[in-house]
């Protein structure tokens, strides 16, 4: 199946600093969801989006769907500690045989240092 | 609480053993899936089920094997076919059938066969 390119792979930051991290597609997609998993952990759902262009914030999470239905950004504002994991980003592809199924991105390992 | 439990949290195996691991949730989601985690990659889909005795592949299939005979309950039987069985095996569900396409998941199960 297909794979989304989620970069970056991993991210060090300092505490305070902004993040972003963004998934890419050669389809288009009608749904993006981004996902932040803890070690040994499933993963939590943070934020979905389901229009093109919708911009949508869970606190210090912010999340685009873009306008070419290709992509999806994640940024986080003031990294704290608590922050860290790995997040992934998911999505819906258009079309009905891909109907209740996702495909995700490989991850982005957060680190933050105090 | 209403959410979705995986049991147990660690299974260990003998290599030719078949392993069913459990997986119910309690938020009546009509749809439920199964997912493989290995370290560094994103998840990627083993079987999924819509409704109630209804099954379907996902993209690695196979040696894998699952029931849906309730709406609550989607095990996954990990059989000796599969050849590499040892990872982390998430368990999801959602809402079939509306706009809502967000997948909620489990804690997990971490399989290792030796």
């Known amino acids: 199946g297909q794979q989304l390119n989620q970069s970056p792979q991993s991210m060090f930051i300092q505490e305070g600093e902004d993040v972003s991290m963004n998934c890419t597609s050669s389809s288009i997609f009608n749904t993006w969801l981004w996902y932040k998993q803890d070690p040994g952990e499933g993963p939590v759902l943070l934020i979905a989006l389901y229009k093109a262009g919708e911009l949508t914030s869970n606190g210090r999470l912010t999340a685009q769907f873009g306008i070419t239905r290709k992509d999806s950004f994640l940024n986080i504002s003031a990294s704290i500690p608590s922050d860290v994991g790995i997040y992934f980003c998911a999505g819906q592809r258009a079309g009905g045989t891909s109907y209740g199924k996702l495909t995700f991105g490989q991850g982005t390992i957060l680190t933050v240092h105090p | 609480d209403g959410g979705i439990t995986q049991s147990p949290k660690y299974l260990f195996r003998k290599e030719g053993q078949n392993v069913t691991l459990s997986c119910e949730q309690n938020?009546?989601?009509?749809?439920m899936y199964w997912y493989r985690q290995d370290p560094g990659q994103g998840l990627r889909l083993i079987y999924y089920s819509q409704i109630v005795n209804d099954f379907q592949k996902g993209d690695i299939a196979e040696g894998y094997s699952v029931s849906r005979e309730k709406k609550e309950s989607f095990p996954l039987t990990v059989t000796s076919a599969q050849k590499n069985p040892t990872a982390f095996y998430l368990c999801?569900?959602?809402?079939?059938?509306?706009?809502?396409?967000?997948?909620?998941f489990g804690p997990g199960t971490r399989l290792t066969v030796t």
């Open positions: 999801a569900s959602s809402i079939r059938g509306s706009d809502l396409r967000e997948q909620y």
């Open positions: 938020l009546n989601h009509d749809a």
